[in-house]
């Protein structure tokens, strides 16, 4: 399992294994790294796009009895939506591991530009512009609305689509919440691995990798030395 040192790198492998090559992305202090659609690296913190859930880079969409990667598409989207011009990120708290942020490149909410696009949706108490967004990419038929799809907090707790395959690659990395508050990840390689259920109502989700975990302030769940 990789540690703290390699985190950016590995985390930066799995993005460039599904995104375009390009420039460098750059903030006003240092490299923008992209995580999935909805959640980026910002002046070396984990911030997520505050008002909305984007599909997870495994999850997969419905269009015309087609399935097709939503998830790599979303995080491709913002992507391309951060290489054209200087990004600001305003923070909503102070959290150590990741913070809920307001971005906005030249200007262009970049939250509501997914959902313009159909990218991700609107959260039950976002505002009536991101509502709007939505309802407008819905009817247009963009992005997610061009067919079916689980609304991701509902994936992430495990629903799929009938005939949705199972993507080993990714998102298989379970992090749970611990009596006593601590928020330990396991991995298919752990012996509780099969046991374990996830419970989203108390915080609980699914990860794509377990660098992406400890990005978000979880640990390994420890091991016992032999």
């Not at 696009?117 to 976002?126: I, M």
């Not at 509502?131 to 990419?137: L, W």
């Not at 990798?209 to 978000?216: G, T």
Request: aromatic fraction near 8%; charge should be negative; include cysteine.
């Amino acid at each position: 399992m990789r540690r703290h040192l390699p985190v950016l790198l590995t985390v930066l492998a799995v993005v460039a294994a599904i995104l375009v090559d390009g420039r460098d992305l750059v903030g006003a202090e240092g490299p923008i790294t992209v995580i999935d659609g909805d959640t980026l690296i910002f002046e070396g913190k984990v911030v997520q796009l505050a008002g909305i859930d984007a599909p997870e880079l495994g999850q997969r969409c419905l269009n015309q009895e087609k399935m097709w990667r939503c998830g790599l598409e979303s995080a491709l989207a913002l992507r391309k939506m951060i290489s054209f011009g200087e990004i600001a990120c305003t923070l909503q708290d102070d959290a150590p591991a990741m913070a809920a942020a307001n971005c906005a490149v030249d200007g262009k909410d970049l939250a509501t530009a997914l959902l313009q696009q159909g990218y991700a949706v609107a959260l039950a108490d976002a505002g009536p512009t991101y509502q709007a967004a939505q309802e407008a990419a819905r009817e247009a038929k963009f992005g997610l609305w061009r067919g079916d799809f689980v609304e991701p907090a509902r994936w992430r707790a495990g629903e799929r689509l009938a005939g949705e395959p199972i993507d080993r690659q990714f998102c298989v990395i379970k992090g749970v919440i611990h009596e006593e508050g601590q928020r330990v990840f396991y991995v298919p390689s752990d012996e509780a691995y099969d046991r374990i259920e996830i419970d989203p109502a108390r915080g609980e989700r699914m990860f794509c990798s377990d660098d992406q975990a400890i990005l978000r302030g979880w640990k390994p769940f420890p091991k016992l030395k032999s």
